[in-house]
């Protein structure tokens, strides 16, 4: 029970990084706060490793350091320099509106995770089961509804911390589990998204998406 207890309490914090993800305009600082929830998805892997015991996630929580604490941040502060643009433009609704999104979201997450039979997930569990299922539809509204291809990327992999914690809480007991986590760390997707970040800039002078059809003419 401690053991669940610890890992839930880590992953109920990756909640509050996501607000800072989505929310916060300062693209270095939504950057920030992603070093903070990858930080933190690490340790809930190293957790499993130490106390279920499991020890392939070693392999993941090692994996996960290299690719999203250290490298993926890399690449969006060096793109964010590149461009010289520090604040994403104002974003399709107002914060308000889109903090009270953001907290529907997480309640649909939330009664999923405890309505879905899932025999085979935990008790203790079912909290990071929900707080996964709120991180992937954060993300996807964070990708739908900013209108900065940087912060769009910055969410998809926001989103993809959430895929990661959904297998982990779901398959925690078998070694495939880490193969999946590792092959699916869209590492080069990312990279190829903030290239093209830095080509939507350079040639349409913003780096808001929504321009993109006036290259047309």
């Not at 490793?49 to 999203?68: D, G, M, N, R, V």
């Not at 879905?116 to 996807?140: D, N, T, W």
């Not at 993809?160 to 070694?175: Q, R």
Request: net charge positive.
């Amino acid at each position: 029970m401690l053991v669940s207890r610890f890992i839930t309490s880590l992953a109920v914090c990756m909640i509050f990084t996501a607000f800072l993800i989505v929310e916060v305009r300062r693209l270095r600082y939504s950057a920030y706060a992603y070093i903070a929830q990858s930080s933190l998805l690490v340790t809930v892997f190293l957790s499993i490793a130490i106390l279920i015991p499991e020890p392939h996630f070693y392999i993941w929580a090692l994996s996960a350091l290299i690719t999203k604490v250290i490298i993926v941040p890399w690449l969006i502060l060096t793109t964010i320099s590149k461009v010289s643009v520090e604040y994403e433009e104002s974003p399709i609704l107002p914060l308000s509106a889109s903090i009270i999104i953001d907290l529907v979201l997480i309640i649909v997450g939330f009664i999923l995770a405890f309505y879905i039979p899932l025999p085979f997930v935990k008790m203790g569990f079912r909290i990071c089961l929900g707080v996964s299922l709120a991180l992937f539809l954060l993300g996807v509204y964070g990708m739908a509804s900013k209108t900065c291809a940087i912060k769009q990327t910055i969410c998809l992999c926001h989103m993809e911390n959430g895929i990661h914690l959904l297998l982990a809480t779901l398959g925690y007991t078998s070694p495939v589990t880490v193969e999946i986590g590792i092959l699916t760390d869209a590492v080069l997707t990312i990279a190829i998204m903030l290239y093209l970040s830095y080509l939507i800039k350079k040639v349409s002078g913003s780096l808001n998406t929504f321009r993109l059809s006036s290259l047309r003419w």
